[in-house]
């Protein structure tokens, strides 16, 4: 989806909802607010669960971001450009194995849906 927002959350829960409709699906989310919007229609087979606030290590995809604002600290970007390239210089840094090393977790590496490292 182009954008995190209400519209585009709405259309992925009824898509989602309509494979293997007959089954329940379990939807583990953080806080953002376009998935609490009142104006949200969740379907019938879809359960929202949401992580509580300020618990990262159960959002593993949180200790890249502090990788990156770690790597931004006292760092000075003139111009929009400058900033786009200094990111997109870091993702492409990130590979299966800097994302497995950095979001290794006790409880994920133990866990059989975790690729063998």
Same mark, same amino acid.
């Given at each position: ?18 494979? #293997? ?9 953080? /806080?953002?607010? *376009? &998935?609490?919007?009142?104006? +949200? ?21 949180? #200790? ?9 600290? /006292?760092?000075? *970007? &003139?111009?929009?450009?400058? +900033? ?34």
């Amino acid at each position: 989806m182009p954008h995190c927002n209400t519209d585009n959350f709405q259309m992925y829960l009824n898509q989602f909802s309509k494979h #293997k409709p007959q089954k329940l699906k379990v939807v583990v989310l953080d /806080n953002g607010a *376009f &998935h609490k919007a009142k104006r +949200l229609v969740i379907p019938a087979n879809i359960i929202l669960i949401f992580l509580p606030p300020y618990s990262p290590e159960l959002n593993p995809a949180e #200790k890249i971001w502090w990788n990156f604002k770690r790597d931004f600290a /006292n760092k000075l *970007f &003139h111009n929009l450009p400058d +900033l786009k390239n200094y990111v997109c210089e870091l993702c492409t840094q990130l590979n299966n194995t800097v994302v497995q090393n950095t979001c290794a977790y006790n409880y994920i590496i133990l866990s059989k849906f975790w690729p063998n490292l």
